[in-house]
Structures are given as structure tokens and as C-alpha cells.
């Protein structure tokens, strides 16, 4: 043992070497081991280990201390003593205290003068009111990696910590890492789990209390056993990506492929290489085999999201696709057939497109075999409570965070904004809260400005005269055709300020027939 400044390190194979153990200790180690490692939730892992290291070395409090996974910050997800209530979940920077010089140095340490300890951070005694005298800390490693570490404070007959705790500290600490390790695991696949299935199925996430969405998961019931075609429409942000697996998984091909394909991102050439594949020397840089995405969801379903941006000659592939089950690679003249289901989705006025020659009409009937059209949040207010909460739960885990609650006005405030991105902008705005929160509460103040000041009424005054919504197609077609206007209609710099590859610029112009003239615009 190396001592400095009141404090002894040691690594942790010293105390593996250790053969003065008590048998005593050896039969509780045991049975403590038992009960540690029939827990699966975090917590309660947590709470095993602390209890029996507090016991087995008579400590007086005692803490586990996690590198949080969102930063760099150590997290005290679990304590035990006079003060636990006031620095359980506590966050503070990695390199403050003795526990942050035991993670960062993996090594045990020993102080046994806290006050002579350059190391003590004191600021965590004014918080809870505990006196640290003496402590030890023990690293929690996995495979290596130092993941956090067991604090023990203080002995309850006044001695310091002797060769006997710190082996059986070290010993408890081998057992929690790897159930830590594992409880974390099973925590975070529970969560996932639990956040599919309260997305996809009626545990109200998705579904709600609205009647329109009750109504299209009613009818995805019904289409278990189905062939057909579906078409989803709704603004951008609605879920319309939740709801194409929901009738996957809810069909008889759920145990087969479900691919997604974002029609919108791709230029033409891409989007039919990923769609159908290509054979090597197909087109330059064709240099090996691609397996298509038609070919890859064979017996599954493909999710087109965004089938209004397809260009034309791509549909025609398309529909021979839902005609007759068979394509050809790019660069090939053999003829594949695949059994797939086809979901489409759109935020774009099909019809519309349609009528101005940019969709094809048989293409378009037989995709709306079922249509589900999804209402925008906005008209869905009574379910806003129940994605703020499911949002909320999601970044207090993912943040670390101890917010768990929305005050009432700040509730209040959520369910009257208009939510321009759906539910989508609704999971933003909850992050953001939850990042902005100094205490378990979001108040309105950690709201965004446009939220708040509505609520305040600044964007409801009498005398202003309300103006009409306008579509998403009006929408995109004004910021597109104003976005050329200052480009002075340089097409290679709108489709940068835009973000939109120069073909589907282009396809837009076409679409909404935007033409230099100002007054052949409407």
C-alpha cells in the first residue's frame, strides 16, 4: 500500500491476494452475491449492493456513483444515510471528489482524514449536512472499463476502513459491476420494448384518446390476413412512420423484412439502385453487386415514405411492381420476382399531382387501396399530455436527468400550442425542457418563446384578424419560389440554401409550375 496525503491506493489484484478474509464475511459475501444477482432493474441492483456493502464493512452511508452515459458527469444513482434523500441522483463534474479520482485512476482509495484530502469535495457535505471523516472507494469495472464505483463513508465505531472492508468491498464491487452491467442491459431493453409497443398497440401512445387515430388502429386489426396496398397521408411529424409498422407487425409478415425506404432524399438514379439493386458495371461506380430493397424485404413489407417525391420514370417500375410482383436490377435483363407488401406514405397532395401530370393516375389508384389519412397534433390535443409525459420519461433516462413532472401551467401551455411539426416538434420541445430543467419540474419558463408568449396571449390580441392556415403545399411552394426570387433564380444555389439535391429542385419547379414572372405565380 502506497499512502499520500491521508489517502492509500491500491489496484484491485492486491486485494484479490488477500487470504486473512473471515469466514464470517466469506458466508455473507456469498449470500449477499445471491440476492444481487437475482435482481434484473437497475435499481434494485443498486439498492442490493449498497445495503450489503453497508452492512458488511458498518459503514454509516454509502453510495453508488455512475458515470453518466449522456457526458462526462458522475451521477449518484443510489445512496443510503442520514443525507440519501438529498444527493440521490445528484450530478457533478467527473474530476471533482475522491469518487472522480477513483474513476478516473481505477484504483481503490482509502482516506482516512477526510479534512486532509485534496481530493475531498466538500461541496457535497454542505449540500446534505453529512460529515465525511474517513472513507473508501472502489471502482466498478466491466471488461476493463472503469463504469462508476461504490463510496463508503464513515465507520460506525470511529475506526477507518481496514484490509477486511476493502477486500470485501472490492469482492462486492466484482459482483455489482457485471449485475450493474446486465441490470443496465435488461433496463434498457425493457424501456425499448415498452416504448415500441406503447408506440405501435393500444397502450395509448400512439392511439390516444382520439377518435380518428382509435379509428385506424381499429381498421389495422382488421388487416391482419390482407394483401393490399396501403396509402398514408398526413403533415410531416404525424407518425405515419409508426403507423406503417403497426400494420406490419400486426400482418401475418411480421416475422419478415420491414424496410424503409425515404423516397425524398435520393436522386432518381439512387433511388431506383436502392429500390431494385444494381449488377456490378451497371453505371460508373457500380463496382460490385447491390442487393435491392425490394429484394431484400421478399415475404415482408416496404415502408415508401415520402412516394410523392418518386420521379416518373421510376413510378413506372413502380407500378409493374405492385402489378405483377417482378423488376430487373439496373443492368440486368433478368426478371426477379418478390412477394412484398407495399406501404406508402406521403405529406404532398397526391391528387394534385395527379391532375399537374407529375403522378401517375394508375400508379396512384393502386396504391389507395386503404387509406389512412392521420390528423396533425393539432387536432389531436386531448393526446398531447400523454406524448409529453412519454417524451419525458425517454429524455430523463437518456439525459440523466431527475425531471419527472410538468407543473400545471406548463402542461397547459403545451396542449394550446398549435405544433406546426406535429409530434415530431413536440419530442423536441420536451428534450430541450428536460435539458433546460434545474429541478424535478419543467415550468413554462423552459418552454420555448413562441410557447410561452402564446400562452401569455401576446399572439392572441382581439384586434388582430386571423389569417387562414395555409397547406404544406402552399407552404413549400411560397418558400421554394422565394428562395429562387433572391437566388435571382440561380437554381444551383437555392437547391443549397434549400438543402435539396438540384433534380428534385427542379422536379419542385415543375410540380408547383413556378416561373420567373411574378404574376404567373399563385
Not at 213 to 238: H, P, R, W, Y
Not at 275 to 302: C, M, N, P, Q, Y
Not at 482 to 494: F, G, V
Request: charged residues 30%.
Amino acid at each position: 500500500m502506497r499512502k499520500l496525503d491521508g489517502t492509500t491506493s491500491l489496484n484491485i489484484d492486491d486485494i484479490v491476494r488477500n487470504k486473512n478474509l473471515k469466514e464470517a464475511h466469506l458466508h455473507d459475501i456469498l449470500e449477499a452475491s445471491a440476492i444481487i444477482n437475482s435482481k434484473l432493474e437497475l435499481n434494485q441492483v443498486l439498492e442490493q449492493v449498497i445495503i450489503h456493502a453497508t452492512k458488511l464493512t458498518n459503514s454509516v452511508a454509502a453510495s453508488i456513483i455512475l458515470i453518466c452515459d449522456a457526458s462526462d458527469d458522475l451521477v449518484i444513482r443510489y445512496a443510503t444515510g442520514p443525507a440519501s434523500d438529498k444527493i440521490s441522483n445528484l450530478r457533478f463534474p467527473a474530476a471533482k471528489g475522491i469518487a472522480g479520482y477513483c474513476i478516473s485512476t481505477g484504483q481503490i482509495i482509502v482516506v482516512f482524514d477526510a479534512k486532509k484530502n485534496p481530493h475531498h469535495f466538500a461541496d457535497i457535505d454542505k449540500l446534505s449536512g453529512f460529515k465525511t471523516e474517513s472513507a473508501l472507494c472502489v471502482p466498478l469495472c466491466v471488461k476493463g472499463k472503469t463504469i462508476g464505483c461504490v463510496e463508503l463513508l464513515n465507520k460506525r465505531d470511529g475506526t477507518t476502513f481496514n484490509d477486511d472492508d476493502i477486500a470485501v468491498a472490492t469482492i462486492m464491487s466484482n459482483f455489482a459491476a457485471i449485475s450493474v452491467s446486465n441490470a443496465k442491459s435488461y433496463d434498457n431493453l425493457q424501456r425499448t420494448n415498452s416504448a415500441l409497443k406503447s408506440q405501435l398497440f393500444s397502450t395509448g401512445m400512439v392511439m390516444g384518446k382520439n377518435k380518428k387515430v382509435k379509428k385506424i388502429f381499429q381498421s389495422i386489426n382488421k388487416l391482419k390476413d390482407a394483401k393490399s396496398n396501403v396509402l398514408i397521408l398526413g403533415e410531416s411529424g404525424t407518425g405515419k412512420g409508426i403507423i406503417a409498422r403497426a400494420i406490419h407487425e400486426q400482418s401475418s409478415r411480421k416475422d419478415n423484412p420491414f424496410v424503409t425506404v425515404n423516397c425524398s432524399i435520393l436522386t432518381p438514379t439512387l433511388l431506383e439502385s436502392e429500390l431494385f439493386g444494381h449488377e456490378k458495371g451497371a453505371f460508373t461506380g457500380a463496382d460490385k453487386l447491390k442487393i435491392g430493397r425490394f429484394e431484400i424485404a421478399d415475404s415482408g413489407t416496404v415502408f415508401l415514405d415520402e412516394i410523392g417525391e418518386i420521379d416518373k420514370s421510376i413510378q413506372t417500375k413502380l407500378l409493374r411492381i405492385l402489378q405483377e410482383k417482378a423488376f430487373e436490377r439496373v443492368g440486368s435483363t433478368k426478371t426477379m420476382t418478390t412477394d412484398i407488401r407495399i406501404i406508402a406514405a406521403t405529406n404532398s397532395e397526391l391528387e394534385n399531382a395527379v391532375e399537374q401530370n407529375l403522378f401517375r393516375r394508375d400508379l396512384y389508384y393502386r396504391l389507395k387501396v386503404i387509406v389512412f389519412q392521420l390528423p396533425p397534433l393539432r387536432e389531436r390535443r386531448e393526446d398531447i399530455p400523454a406524448f409529453a409525459e412519454f417524451f419525458l420519461e425517454k429524455y430523463h433516462n437518456e439525459l440523466c436527468k431527475s425531471t419527472r413532472a410538468f407543473d400545471k401551467e406548463c402542461m397547459n401551455a403545451l396542449i394550446a400550442y398549435d405544433y406546426p411539426g406535429n409530434i415530431r416538434e413536440l419530442e423536441n420541445i420536451v428534450e430541450r425542457a428536460v435539458v433546460l430543467a434545474e429541478d424535478d419540474v419543467i415550468h413554462i419558463s423552459d418552454l420555448p418563446d413562441e410557447i410561452q408568449y402564446r400562452k401569455k396571449g401576446i399572439f392572441d390580441r382581439q384586434d388582430a384578424v386571423p389569417e387562414s392556415p395555409k397547406s404544406i403545399f402552399d407552404m413549400e411552394k411560397d418558400v421554394i419560389y422565394k428562395t429562387l426570387l433572391e437566388c435571382s433564380w440561380n437554381q444551383s444555389m437555392a437547391a443549397r440554401l434549400l438543402g435539396l439535391s438540384r433534380d428534385k429542385l427542379r422536379y419542385r419547379i415543375k410540380k408547383y409550375r413556378l416561373e420567373k414572372s411574378v404574376n404567373n405565380y399563385s
